[in-house]
C-alpha cells in the first residue's frame, strides 16, 4: 500500500502551501496617490508587500509536494509494470489531472507573486493623478483553489499508483523475460 509517510509529509506541505496562498490574496498590496510636501508632485505609495513572499512560499512548498510525489511514484514512467486494471486507469487519469491542475496552481501562485511586486515608480506633475497599479483580486485566490484541487488529485494518484504497483503479477507468477537457463 501507499507510504503512510510520503502521504502525511505532501499533505502538509500541500495545507501549507494553501494557508499562504490565502495569506497571500488577504494581504495584497494596495496603493495611494500622495502629494508631496511642496504639492507639486504626486505619486504612488503602496503598503506592505508581505503578500509577495507568501505567493512565492506557496509556490515553492507547492513545488517541493509535487516533486515528493513524482519521486516517491517515480513519475508513473519509470520502475515495474503496473497492474492492469482499474486501479492503474485511475493512476493515468489522476496523474494528468495533477500535473494539470499543479501548472495552473504555478501559473497562478507565479503570476500574483510578480505581479503584486510590481510597483508604478513614476511621479505626476501638478494635476495629473498617476495610475497606482495592483493586482487584481483573486488572483492568489485562484492559486490557492488549484493548490487544493493538486492536494486532492495528488494524493489520489499515489493511492491509486502504490495499489497499482503492488498488486502486478507477472505471467504465470515468474519473472518476465527469456530465460537463459535449462529448463526447470
Known amino acids: 500500500m501507499a507510504s503512510t509517510l510520503v502521504l502525511v509529509i505532501v499533505f502538509i506541505f500541500d495545507v501549507i502551501a494553501f494557508g499562504l496562498a490565502v495569506a497571500a ?5 494596495t496603493a495611494q496617490v500622495v502629494t508631496d510636501s511642496e504639492d507639486n508632485y504626486k505619486h ?12 512565492v512560499g506557496a509556490l515553492l512548498f507547492l513545488l517541493a509536494s509535487q516533486a515528493l510525489i513524482m519521486m516517491a511514484s ?8 503496473l497492474n492492469p486494471g482499474g486501479s492503474r ?3 493515468i487519469i489522476l496523474f494528468i489531472a495533477c500535473w494539470l491542475t499543479f501548472l495552473i496552481a504555478e ?13 508604478t515608480k513614476y511621479r505626476t506633475l501638478f494635476t495629473e493623478t498617476p495610475s497606482c ?11 490557492a483553489a488549484f493548490t487544493f484541487f493538486t492536494a486532492i488529485l495528488s494524493e489520489l494518484y499515489y493511492v491509486c499508483y502504490s495499489k497499482a ?20
Not at 25 to 29: D, L
Not at 74 to 81: E, I, P, Y
Open 25 to 29: 490574496e488577504q494581504r495584497r498590496s
Open 44 to 55: 504612488c505609495v503602496y503598503d506592505s508587500d508581505i503578500a509577495t513572499g507568501f505567493g
Open 74 to 81: 517515480r513519475c508513473f514512467c519509470c520502475g515495474k509494470a
Open 89 to 91: 486507469a485511475w493512476a
Open 107 to 119: 501559473i497562478c501562485l507565479l503570476a500574483g507573486s510578480v505581479r503584486n511586486a510590481y510597483h
Open 133 to 143: 497599479e495592483a493586482l487584481r483580486k483573486g488572483v492568489f485566490g485562484a492559486g
Open 165 to 184: 504497483r503492488e498488486s502486478f503479477q507477472p505471467y504465470g507468477g515468474r519473472e518476465t523475460g527469456v530465460g537463459m537457463g535449462t529448463y526447470s
